[in-house]
Nanobody
Framework: QAQLVESGGDMVQAGGSLRLSCAASALTFDRYSMSWFRHTPGKEREFVAGILRSGGRTFYADSVKGRFTISRDNAKNTVSLQMNSLKPEDTAVYYC?????????????????WGQGTQVTVSS
């Protein structure tokens, strides 16, 4: 059974940085495009960033562009999200997701596997 496990969530002050990681197992990682989503209670789940299979192209939500960087290491079956200049509105549970599609989608339901999430809290 394929599994995605996120780590790195924490509480940080506004302006700070965090690095999230997602470790994949039981899947052929380099066949999957990977994305990060986030969810805050009372809001819809939001696409944050995505990266294609080879890592050659990345995609970002406007709200995080220039502050967040997604990367992947196909040798280690991991995808990371470097988050800088964090804002209180970045507070959410962050999830990684995997899709066999060549491209990434901003739609949660389009993915084949999802992790359990890691909490990020940014205080003002």
């Amino acid at each position: 059974q394929a599994q995605l496990v996120e780590s790195g969530g924490d509480m940080v002050q506004a302006g700070g940085s965090l690095r999230l990681s997602c470790a994949a197992s039981a899947l052929t990682f380099d066949r999957y495009s990977m994305s990060w989503f986030r969810h805050t209670p009372g809001k819809e789940r939001e696409f944050v960033a995505g990266i294609l299979r080879s890592g050659g192209r990345t995609f970002y939500a406007d709200s995080v562009k220039g502050r967040f960087t997604i990367s992947r290491d196909n040798a280690k079956n991991t995808v990371s999200l470097q988050m800088n200049s964090l804002k209180p509105e970045d507070t959410a549970v962050y999830y990684c997701a995997a899709t066999l599609s060549y491209s990434v989608s901003s739609t949660w339901g389009s993915y084949d596997y999802w992790g359990q999430g890691t909490q990020v809290t940014v205080s003002s």
